[in-house]
């Protein structure tokens, strides 16, 4: 099973830029969908948008678009997630999440740990 | 967007007792060519990401404990956990992926 490994917790100022990594191992990369999830506290998952490496390009939900950057390094089997224009409102665990089949975008069966993003003045 | 709705939002089971928990899309989520509903369901434990339990409204993924099961079509659905241990005690989410925006109901708390 694959393995995925996110970087550390944030702290961000209000306006500022977040970069989130999600880095994969165990497993096939370039044709497996990763989405990036968030989940506020108290509250159900959100899903942001996904990139299937093989392709390069991403899908974003329409509340995210123009504010989030989901890119695929194939090298280093790593996913990164930038949100700019950062309000306190985005204060959340921020999870990357892979499909179960390749080149499909549906259902997630493998999560990084999440990483703790704070916007706060 | 399709909007996921679930209820209750909590329940508490005696240990061995059932639990069932509904989930309701604004929308169809059946897929006619397919003739499959894209619906998943996961459980949430405090400190750790969801993990699939359910995909394809029915089909349980690997690993599950088969006293997990999933039903319905079309709009309902129903996550059912028969004789509920005690590491059943979590949040769990229903998700519809048929088309994106992908969404995740606001999740139904299990409790003994």
């Known amino acids: 099973q694959v393995q995925l490994v996110q970087s550390g917790a944030e702290v961000k100022k209000p306006g500022s830029s977040v970069k989130v990594s999600c880095k994969a191992s165990g497993g096939t990369f370039s044709n497996y969908a990763m989405s990036w999830v968030r989940q506020a506290p108290g509250q159900g998952p959100e899903w942001m948008g996904v990139i299937i490496p093989d392709f390069g390009t991403a899908n974003y939900a329409q509340k995210f678009r123009g504010r989030v950057t989901i890119t695929a390094d194939e090298s280093t089997s790593t996913t990164y997630m930038e949100l700019s224009s950062l309000r306190s409102e985005d204060t959340a665990i921020y999870y990357c999440?892979?499909?179960?089949?390749?080149?499909?975008?549906?259902?997630?069966?493998?999560w990084g740990q999440g990483t703790l993003v704070t916007v706060s003045s | 967007d399709i909007v996921m709705t679930q209820s209750p939002d909590s329940l508490a089971v005696s240990l061995g007792e059932r639990a069932t928990i509904n989930c309701k899309s604004s929308?169809?989520?059946?897929?006619?060519?397919?003739?499959?509903?894209?619906l998943g369901w996961y459980q949430q434990k405090p400190g750790q990401p969801p993990q699939l339990l359910i995909y394809w409204a029915s089909t349980r993924e690997s690993g599950v404990p088969d006293r997990f099961s999933g039903s319905g079509s079309g709009t309902d659905f129903t996550l059912t956990i028969n004789s509920l241990q005690a590491e059943d005690v979590a949040v769990y989410y229903c998700?519809?992926?048929?088309?994106?925006?992908?969404?995740f109901g606001p999740g139904t708390k299990v409790d003994l």
């Open positions: 999440a892979r499909e179960k089949a390749p080149y499909s975008t549906s259902f997630f069966d493998s």
């Open positions: 998700q519809q992926y048929y088309t994106t925006p992908f969404t």
């Open positions: 929308q169809s989520v059946l897929h006619s060519s397919s003739n499959k509903n894209y």
